[in-house]
């Protein structure tokens, strides 16, 4: 029998990006390192580091290097706070989100 | 004794109106929820709370002018009985519908097709017989759902989810059980608010931890 295989939402997807990030504490987080952790494809960590940051939720320090680093911002630090808000009520009644 | 139960009604009637803030608090929550995340069941929840609220506010507001009627008119009218069967119906039919909500957006599995849960809504309206007792039928469904979701993610929030709804549950039995006790009536509201501060204290440790 096949195993189920379910699939993370767009907005978990962002959250465990900006985990990622806020795992690495205060000097932010690479690429690579955001992608191994949220488990992504390249397109799509692209893409989703572009949308941040187009909702000022993550802020690229180090632009002129090579070694381009994510941080969190205060709003991407209040966001990611409410989502795990949410994350904990949603799964306390058993709502996948 | 009339005094005496009296008094134990008013408490009752603090209970529920505690119990239907708590209530519109949780509400507000699922639908923060679901504007965040767009998750259907987490609006099905939303509504549920919210009826459950509305329920609870109208058995307040309608006991309260039940009484504010029997205190003018000095003794109990067909009027004010019909009232009260009036009051009391509207209130177990408005929670049996929250509870059904909770079945629906509480189960693990996906959910099903829109036109089934109007079917389960209007249920109460084509099944006549003890309301009561199909609402604990309801209850239960929702309790064993809390129950399943908390053995398999094991946190403790789900744990008050579960320990939420086994107090309406109790909250239910006892109402059942209680006839003319009065003790026993109160028993069971001292139940639903026990439920209702289980899901407060949820909220507020999600929030905080």
């Known amino acids: ?97 | 004794m009339q005094e005496q139960i009296v008094t134990l009604i008013r408490l009752d009637l603090l209970f529920e109106t505690i119990g239907g803030i708590i209530a519109l608090m949780v509400a507000y929550y699922a639908t923060k929820a679901f504007n965040l995340t767009g998750q259907k069941r987490l609006s099905d929840l939303s509504t549920g709370f919210l009826v459950l609220a509305a329920g609870l506010f109208s058995h307040v507001g309608g006991t309260w002018y039940f009484f504010v009627r029997l205190g003018v008119e000095g003794e109990l009218t067909p009027d004010l009985t019909r009232l009260i069967v009036l009051i009391t119906v509207v209130y177990h039919l408005l929670r049996m519908m929250a509870y059904i909500l909770f079945v629906v957006s509480t189960r693990r599995s996906m959910p099903t097709k829109q036109h089934e849960m109007v079917v389960l809504l209007a249920l109460p309206v084509l099944i006549d017989i003890n309301l009561e007792i199909l609402t604990i039928i309801i209850l239960l469904v929702v309790v064993l759902q809390a129950f399943m979701n908390y053995a398999v993610i094991r946190s403790r929030y789900a744990l008050y989810v579960l320990t939420g709804f086994s107090m309406f549950l109790l909250s239910h039995l006892f109402l059942i059980l209680a006839g003319d006790n009065v003790g026993t009536y109160l028993l069971s509201q001292a139940f639903q608010l026990l439920g209702f501060i289980a899901f407060l204290v949820m909220l507020y440790k999600a929030g905080r931890e």
Not at chain 1, 2 to 15: D, E, F, Q, V
Not at chain 1, 32 to 52: G, M, P
Not at chain 1, 68 to 80: D, H, P, S
């Open chain 1, 1 to 97: 029998m096949k195993a189920k295989r379910t699939y993370r939402s767009k907005m978990r997807i962002l959250a465990d990006m900006m985990r990622a990030i806020q795992g690495e504490g205060e000097n932010g987080a690479g690429p690579t390192k955001i992608l191994y952790t949220a488990n992504l494809s390249h397109d799509r960590l692209t893409q989703y580091l572009e949308e941040l940051a187009e909702k000022e939720l993550i802020i690229l320090t180090h632009a002129e290097s090579n070694n381009r680093v994510y941080a969190l911002t205060e709003k991407g630090r209040e966001f990611l706070k409410e989502f795990v808000r949410v994350e904990r009520i949603s799964e306390a009644f058993g709502i996948e989100i």
